[in-house]
């Protein structure tokens, strides 16, 4: 049976991750209080992104302080380190408000504690572009032509992680570009400790969007809202 390996870069985080455990404290006297814990939905914000903040491809970090009341809901949200943005501050507020928690208890009882919690707003690359920002390193040092298509490349990868039998699947127009490609295929090696490999190799793909990740790095240098 042909398997085909769905294979993913993680170059940048998720969009609006939050209550992460590096930035997310208690603020609070009640030293013995267990909890709270985040309940319901999942405590993201990409759903609020907002379209300006899209459009201007506008990035950034708040850091909210608010308080977990005693049935589970949350009051008194702040902003204490704005992500730079207004209109990502004013979405962090508006997404921390719809968060719910098994809320904190002194003695068995529920009570309200003080709480942080940092919003990351970051845009996140469609996978061939975060596969070409990958392989940009194997280019020429030249300009990209305007009309530079996408490169998409076929292999196999052995039982024992290396890469064989790279070939250009679809071609960017340019040679240059498909040999950044095809070399960047070739230099990669996976962990094939979970997967049962045939002798012959696992069936993988690659596309790399050039002018999509050339575009994403202008783009962070210019715009960048920390």
Not at 76 to 102: F, Q
Request: overall charge negative; hydrophobic content about 40%.
């Amino acid at each position: 049976m042909r398997v085909h390996l769905a294979l993913a870069l993680s170059l940048v985080c998720g969009p609006a991750m939050a209550d992460q455990p590096a930035e997310t404290t208690f603020s609070t006297v009640i030293s013995a209080s267990p909890g709270p814990y985040s309940i319901g939905r999942p405590h993201t914000c990409s759903e609020y992104y907002p379209a300006e903040a899209l459009k201007a491809h506008a990035q950034g970090a708040d850091l909210l302080e608010f308080v977990v009341t005693s049935d589970g809901g949350v009051k008194d949200i702040k902003i204490t380190r704005s992500s730079g943005n207004k209109d990502l501050d004013d979405a962090a507020v508006s997404c921390v408000t719809h968060w719910r928690y098994k809320p904190a208890t002194k003695d068995g009882v529920p009570v309200e504690v003080a709480w942080k919690a940092n919003v990351v707003w970051n845009i996140v690359p469609p996978p061939a572009v975060q596969t070409a920002l990958f392989c940009l390193y194997h280019r020429e040092n030249r300009p990209a032509p305007s009309d530079l298509k996408q490169t998409a490349v076929t292999f196999r990868v052995m039982p024992d992680g290396s890469v064989s039998d790279v070939k250009i699947a679809q071609s960017s127009g340019y040679t240059v570009w498909d040999d950044a490609g095809v070399a960047c295929a070739k230099a990669r090696h996976f962990d094939m400790s979970v997967f049962t490999v045939p002798s012959d190799g696992l069936l993988g793909h690659l596309e790399m969007d050039w002018l999509g990740a050339l575009a994403s790095l202008t783009g962070s240098a210019t715009s960048s809202n920390r």
